[in-house]
């Protein structure tokens, strides 16, 4: 409590809160109204001078410090010499250093080829128009609990109505939904969880374009399918002519503990979206895949004027750099080895606690929000940075940034434990 010098939210932050709502579109919502002036080390300063510990970097984007003394270094660097040309009118090195970092970092050691975006939902967007273009095909097959973006085609792929569909549509075709694995409330093996979609799949779609899939899912809830799942459906993919494309947007770079969450299933996919975490903080995401695939589409077909801005991109490289000096993926696996066993005491029979690396989740055992929303309301009020997720939303859920001294991290997750204790009544 000693980092936090007024309520939350302050005074300062109140006021703005209220200059806000005369300016700022009120479907723009906030999970912790806080006005933010800086940030360091784990912490995020407000505008009242509380320092609040941040147990979400953003949604899983400021993985490598918020500042990140390399990704800053780059950015000042680069925005002194140029700001933007746009890559499809003059390039320049740095989209093309991003890219080849990216085809060597994807798993599989196969020709890779890559084009850069700048939201996620746009590398989704792109995914799937490579996938139709390169297939012939024009079917997507996404999950339950998926979620891939908020524009009009993401918004399709997107499993859940509110907030992000409710009284947006119509919603792009072509889109059909199978049933997930998910290990802590269907109880099937991976195996079998891959045969009940496929039946699905097979029924009613036949052979799509591409399979989209969150390798562990994010807003759904942090739902990791069961082992051989993603497998299965790739090998499902390869023997029908189908890509297999791996939303990595919440899941890469570092924040499960390896480069990318395919590897711990073992599975080499045909296509890869990246964005969140790729470049800290700045907007950059990324479509990298199979060299004959990715190169099936006509020059001039795929671009943007921003994407792959040069600003991003060395943010990009300056963000990459450091997790491959920091050993960001051991930090990510020591964050899991000691936040999981303190969250599974606190929660026990109350619910499931799970996730890889420093994507850790709680979900709540009854399926509406209610304990989430007090659990993470106490450690809000207590300055505490945390999100919920899940289609029920009764999942809270943990990304801290991956360089967080032990300290912030300990404290932090003193609240949480704190909370759930208090919120499920024990
Ligand atoms: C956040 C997210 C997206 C959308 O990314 P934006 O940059 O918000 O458009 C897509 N897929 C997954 C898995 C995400 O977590």
Same mark, same amino acid.
Not at 313 to 340: F, H, P, Q, S
């Given at each position: ?8 939210? %302050? ?30 080390? #784990? ?48 390039? @320049? ?31 989704? *967007? ?7 273009? !390169? +297939? ?12 891939? $973006?908020? =524009?009009?085609? +993401? ?8 907030? @992000?569909?409710? #009284? ?21 093996? #991976? ?11 097979? &029924? ?46 919440? =899941? ?23 964005? &969140? ?11 990298? %895949? ?17 994407? %792959? ?26 964050? *899991? ?7 599974? !005491?606190?929660? $026990? ?8 690396? !420093? ?23 207590? %300055?505490?940075?945390?999100? =919920?997720? #899940? +289609? ?35």
């Amino acid at each position: 409590m000693t980092r936090l010098r007024t309520q939350i939210p %302050g005074p300062r932050s109140l006021d703005l809160a209220a200059r806000r709502k005369g300016a700022v579109a009120a479907g723009v919502g906030s999970t912790l109204p806080v006005y933010v002036e800086r940030a360091e080390d #784990g912490l995020l300063v407000d505008v009242d001078g509380n320092r609040l510990i941040d147990l979400a970097s953003g949604i899983a984007v400021t993985g490598v410090g918020n500042p990140a003394p390399r990704v800053a270094a780059a950015v000042h660097e680069q925005i002194d010499r140029f700001s933007h040309t746009c890559f499809m009118v003059t390039p @320049y090195e740095g989209y093309v250093e991003v890219c080849e970092r990216l085809n060597a970092l994807t798993p599989g050691t196969h020709e890779k080829r890559s084009v850069l975006f700048n939201s996620g939902a746009e590398a989704v *967007e792109n995914a799937v128009k490579i996938a139709r273009h !390169a +297939t012939g095909r024009t079917s997507v097959v996404v999950f339950d609990h998926a979620y891939h $973006g908020r =524009t009009n085609l +993401t918004m399709a792929l997107t499993a859940k109505n509110m907030p @992000y569909k409710q #009284g947006f549509g119509p919603f792009a075709p072509e889109v059909y939904r199978a049933p997930m694995s998910y290990p802590y409330r269907d109880g099937l093996t #991976g195996p079998e969880a891959a045969a009940r979609a496929i039946d699905v799949i097979e &029924k009613q779609v036949g052979v799509p374009a591409c399979v989209l899939i969150e390798p562990i899912q994010g807003e759904g809830g942090f739902i990791e399918p069961a082992p051989g799942f993603l497998a299965a459906l790739a090998d499902w993919c390869r023997e029908r002519g189908a890509l297999l494309v791996a939303d990595e947007i919440q =899941t890469g770079f570092c924040r499960t503990g390896a480069w990318f969450a395919a590897e711990h299933q073992d599975v080499v996919p045909d296509l890869v979206t990246t964005a &969140k975490g790729i470049a800290g903080g700045l907007p950059l995401a990324a479509v990298t %895949g199979r060299a004959e695939v990715m190169d099936a589409v006509h020059s001039g077909g795929l671009g943007g004027t921003y994407g %792959g801005n040069p600003i991003a991109c060395a943010a990009a490289l300056g963000a990459i750099d450091t997790m491959a000096e920091l050993d960001l993926n051991a930090a990510a696996r020591r964050i *899991e080895a000691t936040v999981l066993p303190r969250l599974r !005491a606190a929660v $026990g029979r109350h619910g499931d606690v799970r996730g890889r690396g !420093a994507m850790l989740a709680v979900e709540f055992a009854d399926r509406t929000p209610e304990v989430a929303a007090r659990v993470a309301g106490a450690c809000h009020a207590a %300055g505490v940075v945390v999100l =919920t997720c #899940g +289609t029920h939303g009764n999942v809270i859920r943990l990304l801290p940034p991956l360089v967080i001294p032990d300290g912030v991290l300990d404290e932090g997750v003193a609240v949480l434990e704190q909370a759930i204790v208090e919120g499920v009544g024990r």
